[in-house]
Structures are given as structure tokens and as C-alpha cells.
């Protein structure tokens, strides 16, 4: 077990509410007759979700109901209510603590359009993948409805769609910055990250008679504050510009300077020291007592470049150990991020899988098929976070990059419990992984210099020198899992970090022989150096060392097997040319991709602020620094795209005309060295399909679509409007249009 920095309290330190007398729940009630069966006269607490109700570990609810349950809450799980009004948010009475609030495992607008902003007509967490069974931005909608329906419980807000918009994020579908979702959702507190610790160090002061307001500083929350607390320093950084000379100054949001009184709502005595950012080296400030002022919402929504500075701050202070608080104005109100909730040891994470979930579906659902259960009913979660730091994923937003890692017999545990529980089980694990697979009890060598490091990534431009990259605890595991009774084969599906694995060949060697069943995904996401720096990604030597030993292992196994290498289109910093030369790539190697992938701008991201501003966060960020292409409209998506799919007839046209424009008329033609062929071979090819309207078709970007986007909206907004049995006169005006 690695000893961290900064501690906490222990998870299960906790002592146990009077309701525990009840015991453990078979599920946890979503009805009232299930809770009268239960003996329950009421809730303590009432978590809401976009999923169906799951009872496994891989699902959010589900993990947090178990953890309050585990300490003595009656928790109930209000799934996939019909938002457009607020009856199905009553159905299980008030809640005696709180509402929890999560728009489910995924981010709603991901879940229900594509990247080329598309409706979705499934939904992988819905009985029989059914789309539409959750609404857009579903953590607003959710939380205001428990508003509507008790106006007097406190509304706590979190999972993966709130932690990716604590702060003013810019908004892809609308294609504008946003509030901080907390004040959208008018909800009292927000949860980031992996929840456990705050949620339970929430619900036991709540229980205790502690308000919502009192929880200030709890770790992991978000919470709403008219004035900045008292006694702190304050690090303004709300410019990129600051002149070379810089004297004593004021405060610029009409604090009290230092050395006068000012009031606010923690002390009436101990002033705010304002230090103006570039002046912020040469002092040593205690963490624990300063915070950073973020650009306000008004001038990040205005200011792309404000908004590229912000996000490389909010990444910069991301690491538990050493993170300081946050501040950022939105109109009279001020939004203080706390810091990142200290990672969970081992024992914690332990203790948390081994909570008695049923591991299937609820009961109501009978035999409705959950796409997302079927995928995951068999896989085992090892870890959690990821210090990859790829600047298109949110991973690391939410999870952090510490990674937290379970014990050899809990895993080994949850396998007996998967035979055991499991309907059907063949003796197949479909998974032993997390977000990396291979990234399993990798941290930092030394306490210190973690407790310190502000590093985006411990891979990137190229592995730290201070990572341990020994993977012989997860070659251990693979073997320890083979060697049970009852299984037969151990996948691994999750994905690999090839760049490390190649640091320790023992692990690959055991990974190629028995681990993979013919086909391994590996994701390079582009072969040209330009592209990659604005991923964090490694350059394709790591991929070509991985590739030989992937090749001999398989030969010495005596097993044909191939990789499957995933790319990224129109991501910024990616060029036509680099586009061009990925799919020159591909050919030369003879892959055909079939399924494509475009660059997804998600909240808070990097690679978004990229998207968004034209500049590169990676650095520092002034007016005058490195400008970011990025491929936005139709046609640029759409012919990035067709490169990847170079083989493809319907993408030819448009590609000889790209390289006709580009002066690379040498690669069309007939030939191993040729990219596509020449016009008259069309005659014998498919043909191709008509030219997609905006808005609609393979490819249509961003701009295109927002015509189609705006109609979809607005016929949302009638449908809630006819309802004429809304309950009223419990928000206001602007609250009812943002719940609608």
C-alpha cells in the first residue's frame, strides 16, 4: 500500500446511523411498496438517476446507495423518472436528509447526440437500449424537479455530467460558455470526482444537524458563496496580461485590501490578502489557506482566451496533495471549488467492491436486456484514475491521476462472487481493467515528490523517471485469476497503455499468450508528431516497439493475432496534411477502419479548450501564444474523417479534390503507393450517396447542425409547455425555461 502525502479519515471510520437496525436490502427500494416491505417509513436519502437501477459496482448508484446503506441510511433509488413533471420525483416521499442527483454513468448529451451532433436512437443504460428515456442536461432538470416537488430538502448534485461542469465550461451543443451547473441546477452542493468520501462526509454532518450552507470545506465539493471566506491569500489570476512592472494593488472584484476589515460571511475580522498572479512565486503561501481567482463566468464567455488560461489552471491544480481551492465570480455570486478528495487506499477501495450488491438488474425490469449490463456483468473494475493525461479525454477531470488500486483478494473475491450470482455465467471474465488496463498500482516512487508534481501527465512528452512501471503485480494477478476453478478464459478489454507495457515485457508476454483472443484494441489515435503534441499522446516509435513484441510473443504462442489501431479525426491541431499522411499510414500498414472516431469536444477537456479558444492550454496562455487549428465546419470534419476512411467509394471524390487542392495529385491513382483512385474508377464503385443537407448525414459538424439542434430544443420546450399539470409557483421564470 502506498502511503499518501495528505491523508483523510478513514472511509469506514464513520460511525453508523440509528437506521442500520434495518440491515441490508435485497435492492434498494424504488417504489413505496417496496419500502413498506422493508419496514421503512421513509427515506433518508433519495438518489435519483438517468440509468435503469443496477445493482453492481460498475454503476454509480449503486455503489454510493451501498456505501450510505453499509453506515446505517435507508437510501432510495428514483430511476429514469419522467422529467416533465414533478410527481415521479415524489413517489418515494421526502427524503429525510437529501436528494442525490446524477444524470447517470455517462454525460446526457454525450448519451444522446454523436459528435456530429446527431440524435442517438439507443440508450446502452436503458431497458432494451431505448433512447429518449432521460432528458438533455439531465442533472439540471432532475435537481430543479426535486425542488418542485419539495422546495425544503436540500438537493446535493454529482456524477461524471456534474464534475465536468463545476465551473463556466464551454457547452458544445449550444456552442457557447456556460454557468457552473450548480447554479443552473439551483441545487446546494456539488460532488466531483470519484464521490465516497465527500458524500459520506456530507450525509454525516447532515445527519449530525448541519445545514447545507455550513459545508464549506469539505474536499471534493463545489459549493456557492457570496463573498470569498476570510483569512485567506488570494491569487488573482483573472488576466493573461499583467504588465511587466506590477505595483501593490487592490482587489479588482471591490474587496477590502489587506489590513482592513472586511466582512463576509465566515469572519467579520481576518482580511483577504490579494497577491496578483505573476507575483505568486516568490512567497511561500500555505495551500490550506489560499485560493485562486479564476476569470469571471462574464469574461470567459466573452474572452476565448480567458477561457484557454482558465482551464490550464483548473488542470494545473488537480493533484489532492498539493491542489488549492478555487474561485470564480458568476454575476453576485462566487462559485469555490474545494480541492480534489484524497485518493482511496487500498482497504478503502476494498471495502467499497465488496459491498453486497446483487450484481443484476432490479427485479421490475424482468428479463428487459440492459445493453450496458450485458457488457459489463462479467468485467472487474481493478483501479481507478489514469495519469495519461490525453487532452480529448475527461477521465482524468473526474477521476484524477492518482491511481487507486485494489488488493489481489479482493479481485480474486469478486470472481466467486460473479459464479455465484452471475445467471449464466460460462467461466468467462470479460474484463479485468478500469480506464487503463495496465495501469494497475503505477503511482509515483516517492510521497514527496507527488505531493509537489503539477505534471499534466507522467507519460508525456515521455515517461517520468519517478513512475514505478514494475507491472508484475498485475502479471501476478492475470495468473492468480487463470488459476481459479471455474474459469476458463480472462479477457482483457479495457484500454492499454502500450507506451508502459513495453517497459516491462514479462507483462506483455503474459498478455499476448493468454489474454487476448485473437484481436487486441489499441488506441494510437494519429501517426504525425504536430497532432499527437496537442493529445499528449506518444509517437508512433512506441507503438512499433509494442507491435514486435506483440508479433514474437504471438509467434512464440503459436496464435495469429492482430492489433486494431484507433484514430481521431479533425482534432485540433490536426491538419489536412496530417490527416493525409495518417491515412498514407494506414494504407502502407493495410488497415481498413470501418468505425471512425470525431474528435467529441466534452466538457472541461483540454483538447475542448483547444477546440473552443484556438490555443494551446498545454503552455502558457497569453493573447499573443501559439494559435491551435481545429477542423469545425462540414466540410473539414467530413473530409478528416474520409481520410481515415480512404478506401471507403463514397469518400473518394472528396478526397481527390482535397489532394488536388493540396498539390498531392501523385496519390491518386492505381498502385500500393496511391491513396485513392482516379476518377473513372468510380464508374465501377458504389455510388455514392447524395450530399448530406446541414445538420444532416455522416460527418456534418458542429455549425451545420445547430439549425437541426435549436428545432429539436424548441419542440422540447412546447411539449413541457403544454403540460398543463406542472406544479407552479415554486420557481421562478428563468428557473422553469432552464428546467424545461
Given at each position: 500500500m502506498i502511503k499518501r502525502h495528505k491523508t483523510a479519515k478513514h472511509l469506514f471510520s464513520y460511525p453508523a446511523y440509528w437506521a442500520e437496525c434495518y440491515g441490508v436490502s435485497p435492492f434498494l427500494p424504488t417504489t413505496r411498496e417496496e419500502m413498506d416491505a422493508l419496514g421503512w417509513d421513509s427515506c433518508d436519502v433519495i438518489i435519483v438517476t438517468g440509468d435503469a437501477y443496477v445493482d453492481h459496482p460498475s454503476f454509480g448508484m449503486a455503489v454510493l446507495g451501498r456505501l450510505?446503506?453499509?453506515?446505517?441510511?435507508?437510501?432510495?433509488?428514483?430511476?429514469?423518472?419522467?422529467?416533465?413533471?414533478?410527481?415521479?420525483?415524489?413517489?418515494?416521499?421526502?427524503?429525510?436528509?437529501?436528494?442525490?442527483?446524477?444524470?447517470?454513468?455517462?454525460d446526457s448529451m454525450i448519451n444522446?447526440?454523436?459528435?456530429?451532433?446527431?440524435?442517438?436512437?439507443?440508450?446502452?443504460?436503458?431497458?432494451?437500449?431505448?433512447?429518449?428515456?432521460?432528458?438533455?442536461?439531465?442533472?439540471?432538470?432532475?435537481?430543479?424537479?426535486?425542488?418542485?416537488?419539495?422546495?425544503?430538502?436540500?438537493?446535493?448534485?454529482?456524477?461524471?455530467?456534474?464534475?465536468?461542469?463545476?465551473?463556466?465550461?464551454?457547452?458544445?451543443?449550444?456552442?457557447?460558455?456556460?454557468?457552473?451547473?450548480?447554479?443552473?441546477?439551483?441545487?446546494?452542493?456539488?460532488?466531483?470526482?470519484?464521490?465516497?468520501?465527500?458524500?459520506?462526509?456530507?450525509?454525516?454532518?447532515?445527519?449530525?444537524?448541519?445545514?447545507?450552507?455550513?459545508?464549506?470545506?469539505?474536499?471534493?465539493?463545489?459549493?456557492?458563496?457570496?463573498?470569498?471566506?476570510?483569512?485567506?491569500?488570494?491569487?488573482?489570476?483573472?488576466?493573461?496580461?499583467?504588465?511587466?512592472?506590477?505595483?501593490?494593488?487592490?482587489?479588482?472584484?471591490?474587496?477590502?485590501?489587506?489590513?482592513?476589515?472586511?466582512?463576509?460571511?465566515?469572519?467579520?475580522?481576518?482580511?483577504?490578502?490579494?497577491?496578483?498572479?505573476?507575483?505568486?512565486r516568490g512567497e511561500k503561501l500555505d495551500a490550506e489557506k489560499t485560493y485562486i481567482r479564476l476569470p469571471s463566468f462574464e469574461k470567459v464567455s466573452k474572452d476565448p482566451v480567458l477561457y484557454a488560461h482558465t482551464s490550464r489552471i483548473l488542470h494545473l491544480e488537480s493533484n489532492p496533495h498539493n491542489a488549492r481551492a478555487l474561485i470564480q465570480k458568476h454575476g453576485k455570486k462566487e462559485i469555490w471549488v474545494n480541492p480534489p478528495p484524497i485518493p482511496l487506499e487500498t482497504d478503502e477501495m476494498?471495502?467499497?467492491?465488496?459491498?453486497?450488491?446483487?450484481?443484476?438488474?432490479?427485479?421490475?425490469?424482468?428479463?428487459?436486456?440492459?445493453?450496458?449490463?450485458?457488457?459489463?456483468?462479467?468485467?472487474?473494475?481493478?483501479?481507478?484514475?489514469?495519469f495519461g493525461g490525453c487532452t480529448f479525454c475527461s477521465i482524468t477531470e473526474h477521476e484524477g491521476r492518482v491511481i487507486q488500486s485494489r488488493s489481489h483478494e479482493s479481485i480474486l473475491n469478486e470472481i466467486e462472487d460473479i459464479k455465484a450470482k452471475v445467471p449464466g455465467f460460462?467461466?468467462?471474465?470479460?474484463?479485468?481493467?478500469?480506464?487503463?488496463?495496465?495501469?494497475?498500482?503505477?503511482?509515483?516512487?516517492?510521497?514527496?515528490?507527488?505531493?509537489?508534481?503539477?505534471?499534466?501527465?507522467?507519460?508525456?512528452?515521455?515517461?517520468?523517471?519517478?513512475?514505478?512501471?514494475?507491472?508484475?503485480?498485475?502479471?501476478?494477478?492475470?495468473?492468480?485469476?487463470?488459476?481459479?476453478?471455474?474459469?476458463?478464459?480472462?479477457?482483457?478489454?479495457?484500454?492499454?497503455?502500450?507506451?508502459?507495457?513495453?517497459?516491462?515485457?514479462e507483462y506483455v508476454r503474459e498478455l499476448v499468450t493468454y489474454h487476448v483472443g485473437g484481436l487486441l484494441k489499441i488506441a494510437p489515435e494519429h501517426s504525425e508528431t504536430e497532432t499527437l503534441s496537442k493529445m499528449m499522446k506518444p509517437g508512433m516509435g512506441s507503438y512499433d516497439r509494442f507491435k514486435r513484441?506483440?508479433?514474437?510473443?504471438?509467434?512464440?504462442?503459436?496464435?495469429?493475432?492482430?492489433?486494431?489501431?484507433?484514430?481521431?479525426?479533425?482534432?485540433?491541431?490536426?491538419?489536412?496534411?496530417?490527416?493525409?499522411?495518417?491515412?498514407?499510414?494506414?494504407?502502407?500498414?493495410?488497415?481498413?477502419?470501418?468505425?471512425?472516431?470525431?474528435?467529441?469536444?466534452?466538457?472541461?477537456?483540454?483538447?475542448?479548450?483547444?477546440?473552443?479558444?484556438?490555443?494551446?492550454?498545454?503552455?502558457?496562455?497569453?493573447?499573443?501564444?501559439?494559435?491551435?487549428?481545429?477542423?469545425?465546419?462540414?466540410?473539414?470534419?467530413?473530409?478528416?474523417?474520409?481520410?481515415?476512411?480512404?478506401?471507403d467509394p463514397s469518400n473518394w471524390q472528396a478526397l481527390r479534390d482535397t489532394l488536388i487542392k493540396m498539390g498531392r495529385s501523385d496519390l491518386i491513382g492505381h498502385g500500393a503507393n496511391k491513396l485513392v483512385p482516379p476518377a473513372e474508377q468510380d464508374k465501377r464503385a458504389p455510388r455514392r450517396p447524395k450530399k448530406a443537407k446541414p445538420g444532416q448525414g455522416t460527418g456534418a459538424s458542429h455549425s451545420s447542425n445547430r439549425p437541426t439542434m435549436a428545432k429539436n430544443l424548441a419542440n422540447e420546450k412546447a411539449r413541457n409547455k403544454a403540460n398543463k399539470n406542472r406544479p407552479k409557483g415554486k420557481l421562478t421564470g428563468k428557473q422553469k425555461s432552464r428546467a424545461r
Open positions: 450510505l446503506e453499509s453506515k446505517g441510511y435507508r437510501v432510495g433509488i428514483i430511476d429514469q423518472p419522467n422529467w416533465r413533471n414533478a410527481d415521479d420525483f415524489m413517489r418515494l416521499g421526502r427524503p429525510n436528509l437529501y436528494f442525490g442527483i446524477t444524470a447517470g454513468n455517462m444522446r447526440y454523436t459528435a456530429d451532433l446527431k440524435v442517438r436512437n439507443d440508450d446502452a443504460y436503458t431497458p432494451y437500449g431505448e433512447g429518449g428515456k432521460r432528458p438533455d442536461r439531465a442533472v439540471i432538470v432532475y435537481s430543479q424537479r426535486c425542488k418542485e416537488a419539495f422546495n425544503d430538502v436540500p438537493v446535493m448534485i454529482g456524477g461524471i455530467e456534474a464534475s465536468l461542469r463545476r465551473i463556466a465550461q464551454y457547452d458544445y451543443w449550444s456552442d457557447e460558455v456556460r454557468r457552473s451547473v450548480l447554479i443552473d441546477s439551483t441545487a446546494d452542493i456539488l460532488l466531483y470526482g470519484n464521490a465516497e468520501r465527500a458524500m459520506l462526509e456530507v450525509t454525516h454532518e447532515i445527519a449530525m444537524g448541519k445545514s447545507m450552507k455550513e459545508l464549506t470545506h469539505i474536499r471534493g465539493t463545489t459549493i456557492i458563496r457570496d463573498t470569498p471566506p476570510g483569512g485567506f491569500t488570494e491569487i488573482d489570476s483573472t488576466r493573461v496580461d499583467w504588465p511587466g512592472k506590477i505595483d501593490k494593488i487592490y482587489s479588482p472584484y471591490e474587496y477590502i485590501p489587506e489590513g482592513k476589515c472586511q466582512t463576509n460571511e465566515e469572519s467579520d475580522v481576518m482580511p483577504i490578502r490579494v497577491i496578483p498572479a505573476p507575483l505568486r476494498d471495502g467499497v467492491f465488496d459491498l453486497p450488491y446483487a450484481r443484476v438488474p432490479h427485479p421490475k425490469y424482468k428479463k428487459a436486456r440492459i445493453p450496458a449490463y450485458d457488457m459489463i456483468k462479467t468485467s472487474i473494475n481493478i483501479m481507478r484514475g489514469c460460462t467461466g468467462h471474465i470479460s474484463d479485468l481493467g478500469g480506464p487503463t488496463s495496465n495501469m494497475y498500482t503505477l503511482n509515483c516512487k516517492d510521497d514527496e515528490i507527488q505531493a509537489s508534481c503539477r505534471k499534466l501527465s507522467c507519460v508525456y512528452p515521455t515517461i517520468c523517471s519517478n513512475l514505478n512501471t514494475d507491472h508484475s503485480p498485475t502479471t501476478e494477478l492475470y495468473r492468480k485469476t487463470r488459476a481459479i476453478e471455474g474459469i476458463h478464459t480472462v479477457s482483457i478489454a479495457s484500454g492499454l497503455r502500450y507506451d508502459l507495457a513495453v517497459e516491462d515485457p513484441m506483440f508479433d514474437k510473443y504471438s509467434k512464440e504462442a503459436g496464435k495469429k493475432q492482430h492489433l486494431i489501431p484507433y484514430f481521431i479525426a479533425a482534432h485540433p491541431g490536426s491538419s489536412d496534411e496530417d490527416m493525409m499522411n495518417l491515412a498514407v499510414w494506414l494504407k502502407t500498414h493495410d488497415f481498413k477502419p470501418d468505425q471512425v472516431q470525431t474528435f467529441y469536444p466534452s466538457p472541461m477537456s483540454l483538447a475542448t479548450a483547444m477546440y473552443h479558444s484556438s490555443k494551446n492550454p498545454l503552455k502558457q496562455v497569453t493573447y499573443k501564444s501559439e494559435d491551435v487549428y481545429t477542423p469545425k465546419d462540414y466540410e473539414q470534419r467530413r473530409v478528416q474523417k474520409g481520410f481515415l476512411r480512404y478506401h
